[in-house]
């Protein structure tokens, strides 16, 4: 299994950032995953996650409204859409699945498979 996430950069508050995860070794469409972040001081939080093949979604409440996960079968990535970017959004942002794609929570220790992560920096 794994995972490369990619797409981070400088972004002015009020813009907007796409981030990809593309996976290998497994098929995305039968496995949970879902996209966390990790701000300096801070611990690493869930911020969007898919439930497997029922394509339930989680969010978290301080992006609800501005972040749409998706998902690409095809090409076995999945996105993260970040739209009206705050400055509090500043983070490395990661992707993650749990072992044998069993959803666990869209939480930190519910997923066992990291990918490195991608910086967003939301400044003017």
């Known amino acids: 299994v794994q995972l490369q996430a990619s797409g981070g950069g400088l972004v002015r508050p009020g813009g907007s950032l796409r981030l990809s995860c593309a996976a290998s070794g497994f098929t995305l469409d039968y496995y949970a995953i879902g996209w966390f972040r990790q701000a300096p001081g801070k611990e690493r939080e869930g911020v969007s996650c898919?439930?497997?093949?029922?394509?339930?979604?989680y969010y978290a409440d301080s992006v609800k409204g501005r972040f749409t996960i998706s998902r690409d079968n095809a090409n076995n990535t999945i996105y993260l859409q970040m739209d009206s970017l705050k400055p509090e959004d500043t983070a490395v942002y990661y992707c993650?699945?749990?072992?044998?794609?069993?959803?666990?929570?869209?939480?930190?220790?519910?997923?066992?498979?990291w990918g490195k992560g991608t910086l967003v920096t939301v400044s003017s």
């Open positions: 993650a699945t749990p072992w044998g794609g069993w959803y666990r929570g869209c939480r930190a220790d519910g997923m066992d498979y």
């Open positions: 898919l439930k497997g093949r029922d394509a339930t979604i």
